[in-house]
């Protein structure tokens, strides 16, 4: 995540629907128009767009613009890797980690899920790669000016292991018997979308969608009753095209794919999401995988973790596990699409 922010928050309409209502016993009385207002800004190197159904109200949006900018800032505050001073940075720089370090609420939440991920996922998802995804550039680190070599990849591989991490529940402690370095950019973003979901519900929104940087969370329909319809796109870097459209209610949504965050260096190109068992980009047919869940966090880690095992080895476990997922995998004639079973019932389009 990043410290970046891209100027002030701001409420706009971006549709207004008509709600009638006629009262049973008392004649005929109308309900205060509700419409889908739209709260934007900027948090973790990428943008937000929240979507609220409520009656017009501009002391009430303008409440919630400013209590979503704090909870994102709070999560950015503590989980962030290129804010220095972020609790995260300030755990990673410690000498020694063999000692119990108590942790905010939500540190300890994160980074506690992504260790059951880990599990899951065979350390597919591994949250102590940090020091790899630095090494080729995608962290706070300047970008390298060539590849790291064979025997700087060993090096960075052998400070990292999601397995030396352990917990301490009670205490929301965390201790390490080596020094880690923790990198949440795979899930940090699919929980912020959470928390910003749960403000919501205490400030009694009853229909949302949030997104930040493409992952999404739904609770509610529309006024007009229609569901959220959310698309999946195609993979390119260059014009966006829709592959499939589902509708979400209570449900969560993010994508992991190779075709954004990349850079090309000596002709070579580079994906932004780093394989933990290899230590090096990954490479593979699957250009991009959609997962469905309750929450965001979870649709993030997974997204990031079917992404590095590739098509078949993810499309087995998510199968299994009966994970609504969605694969677009390269052909030799273009892109082929998959979806495990789960999957199909969220389907519009």
Not at 3 to 32: D, H, I, K, T
Not at 192 to 211: K, M
């Amino acid at each position: 995540m990043t410290s970046r922010m891209f100027g002030p928050v701001r409420v706009v309409v971006v549709s207004v629907f008509m709600a009638l209502a006629m009262a049973a016993l008392a004649g005929c009385s109308f309900q205060e128009e509700e419409k889908v207002w739209e709260i934007s800004g900027g948090i973790f190197g990428t943008s937000y767009h929240i979507n609220v159904v409520l009656p017009e109200d501009s002391a009430r949006l303008k409440m919630l613009a400013q209590g979503i900018q704090a909870e994102l800032e709070r999560v950015d505050n503590a989980m962030s890797t290129w804010k220095p001073d972020s609790e995260l940075s300030k755990l990673n720089r410690k000498q020694s980690q063999a000692d119990w370090t108590t942790l905010s609420a939500p540190l300890f939440e994160v980074i506690h899920r992504a260790q059951e991920i880990s599990a899951q996922t065979d350390g597919a998802f591994d949250a102590t790669i940090g020091p790899v995804v630095n090494l080729w550039g995608f962290g706070p680190d300047a970008r390298p000016e060539r590849s790291p070599s064979d025997e700087e990849l060993l090096k960075a591989l052998n400070v990292t292991g999601w397995e030396f991490l352990e917990f301490d529940s009670e205490a929301l402690a965390i201790r390490s018997k080596q020094p880690q370095y923790i990198d949440l950019s795979g899930i940090a973003k699919g929980y912020g979308v959470d928390v910003v979901a749960r403000y919501l519900d205490t400030q009694g929104v009853q229909a949302y969608l949030v997104e930040i940087g493409g992952e999404v969370r739904t609770r509610g329909r529309k006024p007009d009753d229609d569901v959220w319809r959310l698309a999946v796109e195609t993979p390119s870097d260059q014009a966006r095209q829709v592959n499939v459209v589902v509708a979400l209610d209570r449900k969560s949504m993010a994508t992991s794919g190779d075709y954004r965050n990349y850079y090309e260096s000596e002709g070579q190109r580079y994906s932004h999401t780093i394989d933990p068992d290899t230590g090096r980009p990954i490479d593979h047919r699957l250009a991009s995988v959609t997962v469905i869940s309750d929450d965001c966090m979870t649709a993030d880690a997974l997204a990031t973790a079917y992404n590095v095992m590739g098509f078949e080895r993810a499309m087995s476990l998510a199968t299994r596990e009966n994970i609504p997922a969605y694969f677009i995998v390269r052909g030799e004639a273009g892109f082929d699409v998959h979806s495990t079973p789960a999957f199909s019932s969220y389907v519009v389009q």
